[in-house]
């Protein structure tokens, strides 16, 4: 009886694994998104340079002028662990705080977590 269990126990531990697969989101060129304000105080799914990157480069840091933005996506690829990575280039033809014409993000998580909108 106590085999029968540990061997229903592992049988049920393996299938809800095989059950958390993430669920890939099509995309092509020239999809648009907006960039939402992020839940907590910086971006964790969108790829922006670091403050002190920007500050360097000239630029201005200020995440809240992205807010709300619309961006399109310029070119995607697909990682190891089945995630989209793509890179968002900005409608309006400006750069991102003034030096960076792309930046990349992975378009499930940031999806789900509310960075992004369709």
Known sequence: MKRFLLTLCILG???SLQAQDKQQVTVEKG???????PVSDQYRYVLFPR???IIKRG?????KSVYGKEVEVVDFSYTKDGDTKVTLK??????F?????TVDAYLEDALTSG???K
């Open 13 to 15: 531990g393996s299938l």
């Open 59 to 63: 630029g201005i840091a200020d995440m």
């Open 51 to 53: 403050k002190n990157f």
């Open 31 to 37: 999809t648009l998104l907006t960039i939402a304000e």
């Open 97 to 101: 705080f003034r030096n960076f014409k």
């Open 90 to 95: 900005r409608t309006d033809g400006k750069k």
């Open 115 to 117: 960075e992004l909108t």
